[in-house]
């Protein structure tokens, strides 16, 4: 009989080829903030509330709530009335706790339960279920935030404006009139001192969702828009994500060596198209012999292809690591046929470099007949001819193969371009391979590009009349309405 620590282990490992479902449709983040919610309301029937929590995520899950923490010298209504014009989100300041009471009393004599409970209730309304909101100047210090997360207002998003050097700025004013703006700046230190103070308690309160946006040589509108951007980036809450990247590039990008780097550099599965067809084609195999049938015709079908790929990546290795894709897709056919394997890709990266200069670097390029190392005749690998090595042309490294390849490439990136859209990064792959290098593993450690997602196929429309009414199909359950007690019902910020 298995003690309880074993069950435990098996009940909380997820297979991994679950996992790409899983992060598509954001099911670590839900559950992470069901979890939380469950935590923070404690219901008396928590079957009944989750149930009711799923209905309300379907509908509002994607509505951003948000928190502005600036300094004080910042107009942070001006950014939420920007906010407000570019993703609908409605701007929530203090004075709006309390209808009744002056500005003053509002600010001074509620204490910090109080504003926690005010501004729940306010945010219960309808409106701001339907646009979502921004809090301009609340909280303004850790225990008000802490206030608001055990009553449950939990943002999506918390975004602080990083301004320049204030000190720069004081020394300007002072080389004018010093004597003038003495006080103003003893004033502006004051506030400054008690910002940072409080600033302190805000980031340790929101730590896991604060995002830092540099403020300097931007206008107010400016900082909305990428702010707005933000908003529509959530960030993972301990949940796995593993790299399963297609790079596409021409021949002489360097696009081989390049994915050869990355899957060292993280730990990938580097899937080399070409290397894997060949395995599948030199197989004693119904598939190998379909596929060799094809190579003496026009190359190997769409849906023979991707079904080469998949079974490569749904392999435990690719599943456990994450993979790199290079040699496809090639054309956007292949690109959707990709894009509905279990496990499609999650970022795609594009080597932007001009025919001329590939060519260049595949007719210089030379193989050593003896080892096969790869050189190149520009460099100073032509000392090895000298010394007795003898080089040779690699047969794919001919002009006519290399002009064939390139005019194909040519062909179809435009139509790979246009349906990847705003998923794919461009990198520019005329510089250094340091460069590109390092630039493709800045991408890698920053979140996916902000796009929609790509749609390889329209879901097939179903007819009304075509369904048919079964018998056996389970009954309404708002016919047991009358005949059982009604739930209770719960209320979601």
């Known amino acids: 009989m298995c003690d309880f620590e074993t069950i435990i282990g098996r009940l909380s490992t997820i297979p991994l080829d679950f996992v790409p479902y899983m992060e598509k449709h954001r099911l670590y983040e839900f559950f992470y903030e069901l979890v939380t919610q469950l935590l923070i309301q404690q219901p008396e029937d928590p079957v009944v509330f989750m149930k009711q929590c799923i209905q309300h995520a379907v509908q509002k899950r994607d509505i951003p709530r948000i928190i502005l923490i600036a300094p004080p010298n910042f107009d942070r209504m001006a950014l939420g009335n920007v906010l407000q014009e570019e993703i609908g989100v409605r701007p929530i300041v203090l004075e709006d706790l309390c209808t009744s009471s002056p500005v003053e009393t509002t600010r001074q004599c509620f204490d910090v339960d109080e504003i926690a409970m005010r501004l729940k209730k306010t945010l219960m309304s309808g409106i701001l279920h339907e646009s979502g909101w921004v809090l301009v100047d609340i909280p303004r210090s850790k225990k008000e935030a802490r206030a608001l997360q055990r009553v449950g207002v939990i943002p999506t998003h918390v975004i602080q404006i990083v301004l320049p050097n204030a000190g720069d700025e004081k020394k300007k004013i002072g080389k004018c009139d010093q004597a003038s703006h003495k006080s103003r700046l003893l004033s502006e230190d004051a506030e400054q001192l008690e910002y940072k103070r409080t600033l302190r308690g805000l980031r340790e309160a929101y730590a896991d969702i604060l995002i830092g946006v540099q403020a300097a040589d931007k206008t107010i509108q400016e900082l909305g828009i990428d702010c707005a951007k933000l908003t529509k980036i959530r960030k993972h809450c301990g949940a796995p994500s593993l790299f399963r990247i297609v790079l596409i590039g021409p021949r002489g990008s360097g ?120 050189h190149n005749l520009i460099s100073s690998d032509f000392l090895m001819t000298l010394l007795g090595c003898k080089l040779d042309v690699h047969p794919k490294d001919r002009e006519e193969v290399v002009e064939r390849d390139l005019q194909e490439y040519e062909k179809n990136i435009k139509s790979l371009m246009k349906y990847a859209g705003e998923t794919a990064t461009i990198i520019n792959a005329k510089c250094e391979r340091k460069f590109v290098r390092e630039k493709v593993e800045a991408c890698l450690m920053r979140p996916a590009p902000i796009a929609k997602p790509r749609i390889p196929q329209p879901p097939p429309i179903i007819n009304p009349m075509d369904v048919e009414f079964d018998p056996d199909d389970e009954p309404d359950p708002s016919v047991f309405n009358d005949i059982r007690a009604p739930e209770p019902t719960f209320f979601f910020i």
């Open 255 to 374: 696009c081989h060596s390049l994915a050869k780097h990355i899957s060292e550099r993280f730990n990938l599965v580097h899937v080399d198209f070409n290397y894997i067809l060949d395995q599948a084609c030199s197989r004693e195999s119904a598939l190998g012999e379909v596929l060799r049938l094809c190579k003496h015709k026009c190359g190997a079908m769409p849906k023979i292809k991707v079904e080469i790929v998949e079974k490569y990546v749904i392999g435990s290795e690719c599943l456990k690591r994450g993979w790199i894709l290079t040699g496809y897709p090639v054309t956007v056919e292949d690109f959707k046929l990709l894009d509905m394997i279990s496990t499609p890709p999650n970022r795609v990266f594009v080597l932007d470099v001009d025919a001329e200069t590939c060519k260049r670097r595949l007719l210089n390029r030379r193989y050593n007949v003896t080892t096969g190392s790869e």
